[in-house]
C-alpha cells in the first residue's frame, strides 16, 4: 500500500507515493535518486544518512517517509551553489577531512546545521555536535579542524557587515 507525500527537497517540490514502511532514505535514494546520503547501519547509530529536516540534522534512515510529509529536506546535493561548493565543503577538502568519503555527506550537514546555530564554536562544541557521525578513517582531528576552518572563513568573510551571513 502507498500513500502520497509532499516533500521540499533541496528547494524543489515533490509528490511521490511511498510504501507505509519506507523510511526517508530509501526515499531519497531510490526515489529521488540523491545517493549523497549513505546507508550505513541503518539503526540510526553511524550518522551517514544524515540530512537536515526543517532546519536539524536527522538521520533519515529512522524516518519514515510519511512522517516526512511537508517537510523542507536538504541533502550534501543541496550545498552546492552556482558559485561552487559550499565552504564547508572546500574546508574539508583543503584539510584532508576526507578519506573514504562514506561519513562525509553527514558529516557535512552536522557541521552546516552546527555552524548556522553557533558561528564560531570552539572544539568541544564541535566535537559534541559530531558525536552522532561515525568516521573510521581520519580519527576526526581533520574533521574538527576543517569545520573549525570553514568558521573562521565565514567570520572572516562576514566582517564589517554588521552581523554573521547564515547560510
Not at 507525500?5 to 532514505?25: C, F, G, P, R
Not at 529536516?53 to 517537510?71: E, I, R
Not at 552556482?82 to 577531512?97: D, R, T, W, Y
Not at 576526526?140 to 566582517?159: M, N
Request: glycine letters at 10%.
Amino acid at each position: 500500500m502507498k500513500r502520497l507525500i509532499n516533500l521540499t527537497v533541496n528547494d524543489k517540490s515533490y509528490e511521490i507515493a511511498v510504501k507505509t514502511n519506507q523510511t526517508l532514505a530509501d526515499v531519497l535514494r531510490d526515489e529521488l535518486g540523491l545517493t549523497g546520503t549513505k546507508k550505513g547501519c541503518e539503526v540510526g547509530d553511524c550518522g551517514s544518512c544524515t540530512v537536515i529536516m526543517n532546519g536539524k540534522p536527522v538521520n533519515s534512515c529512522l524516518v519514515l517517509a510519511l512522517q516526512a510529509d511537508g517537510t523542507q529536506i536538504r541533502t550534501i546535493e543541496g550545498l552546492e551553489s552556482e558559485e561552487g561548493p559550499h565552504p564547508i565543503q572546500v574546508s574539508f577538502i583543503e584539510k584532508g577531512a576526507i578519506q573514504c568519503g562514506f561519513c562525509t555527506p553527514g558529516m557535512i550537514l552536522t557541521a552546516k546545521n552546527l555552524l548556522d546555530r553557533n558561528p564560531n564554536p570552539n572544539e568541544k562544541e564541535i566535537r559534541l555536535a559530531i558525536s552522532g557521525n561515525l568516521c573510521r578513517c581520519t580519527g576526526y582531528q581533520k574533521i574538527v579542524e576543517a569545520i573549525r576552518d570553514a568558521s573562521l572563513k565565514r567570520i572572516d568573510r562576514d566582517k564589517g557587515k554588521g552581523e554573521v551571513h547564515r547560510e
